[in-house]
Nanobody, 118 residues
Framework: QVQLVESGGGLVQAGGSLRLSCAAS????????IGWFRQALGKEREFVAS????????RYADSVKGRFTISRDYAKNTVYLQMNSLKPEDTAVYYC???????????WGQGTLVTVSS
């Protein structure tokens, strides 16, 4: 059974940076993927970024390309989301998710809140 635990959220000023962590446990294959999603208040959950368990493939939403970087630490079974040049519109609860491919997710973490002040 896959378990995901997020950490690293908090309050940051616009233009600042945060790094989110997703500690993953369970069984993964090379094409399995870990992704980040976010949900702002009153809005639907949206895709942010994903990476294959092998680390060879990544995918980003257009809104975060060039600002966010997804990566994984093999030794720690942890996936990171480095968020730079943060904007108030990045404010949301960020969720870690796991699934069989970059486009499919079926396990979710509990979420971590990111607040970007203007």
């Amino acid at each position: 059974q896959v378990q995901l635990v997020e950490s690293g959220g908090g309050l940051v000023q616009a233009g600042g940076s945060l790094r989110l962590s997703c500690a993953a446990s369970g069984r993964f294959f090379s094409n399995s993927a870990i992704g980040w999603f976010r949900q702002a208040l009153g809005k639907e959950r949206e895709f942010v970024a994903s990476i294959t368990w092998s680390g060879l493939k990544t995918r980003y939403a257009d809104s975060v390309k060039g600002r966010f970087t997804i990566s994984r630490d093999y030794a720690k079974n942890t996936v990171y989301l480095q968020m730079n040049s943060l904007k108030p519109e990045d404010t949301a609860v960020y969720y870690c998710a796991a699934g069989p491919s970059l486009n499919a997710f079926d396990a979710w973490g509990q979420g971590t809140l990111v607040t970007v002040s203007s």
